[in-house]
């Protein structure tokens, strides 16, 4: 099974994803100067594919809740492309596995590999005929909370900067860029400035 959906490489001071190098800072940086307000769409989104999600953790059936979770994931995608770092993403090959993923059938089947998994009854050979379904469960475990990933994320690195430098400006969320320039000046001295981050 591919398991790439949002993964990040690192090595030595580059960061790989989705095929594209950039330097270690700048995925950071572009997370922390996501908007409010897209993070507010980005969880609307979220809620209704979290109602899937739920649902096939339960081993229930699932298949009305399909195609509002495939708009959902579509939207985010669409809120995702706009949005640095996510918009480095191959938003096409994303899109095309999205339609191909989020189905009654792939629905019905996670549930299947579920229960063979959990009662030990699940053979090597059977897992390749899930692997649809077992993206189907990581497109909705990861879009279903990214949203908050995403607010925890900046929170937790805005209270950092706050708590590593009270000499810097007055740090509230409209100050996030400033603080993503403080932290990249000091988690990488060499550079003054990464790609996305003031000087």
């Known amino acids: 099974m591919n398991q790439e959906l949002m993964t990040l490489d690192f090595w030595q001071d580059t960061v790989i994803y989705e095929g594209k190098t950039l330097p270690v800072g700048a995925l950071a940086c572009d997370a922390l100067n996501v908007p409010a307000d897209t993070i507010a769409k980005m969880n609307e989104q979220c809620e209704k594919i979290n109602l899937l999600l739920g649902i096939l953790n339960a081993g229930q059936d699932a298949s009305a809740l399909c ?102 400006a007055d740090r509230t969320a409209e100050a996030l860029p400033e603080c993503s320039a403080i932290i990249s000046r000091r988690s990488f001295p060499s550079r003054r400035a990464m790609p996305g981050c003031l000087p």
């Open 67 to 168: 195609p509002i979770a495939t708009e959902a994931a579509l939207t985010m995608l669409d809120i995702l492309s706009q949005t640095p770092p996510f918009s480095y993403m191959n938003i096409s090959k994303h899109r095309e596995r999205i339609e191909k993923v989020f189905t009654v059938d792939n629905a019905l089947k996670y549930v299947e590999f579920a229960i063979k998994a959990a009662t030990n009854s699940l053979q090597f050979e059977e897992i390749q005929n899930f692997a649809d379904a077992m993206m189907l469960q990581r497109y909705t475990a990861v879009f279903g909370h990214l949203a908050y990933s995403l607010g925890e994320y900046q929170t937790t690195m805005l209270d950092f900067a706050e708590k590593s430098d009270g000499n810097e």
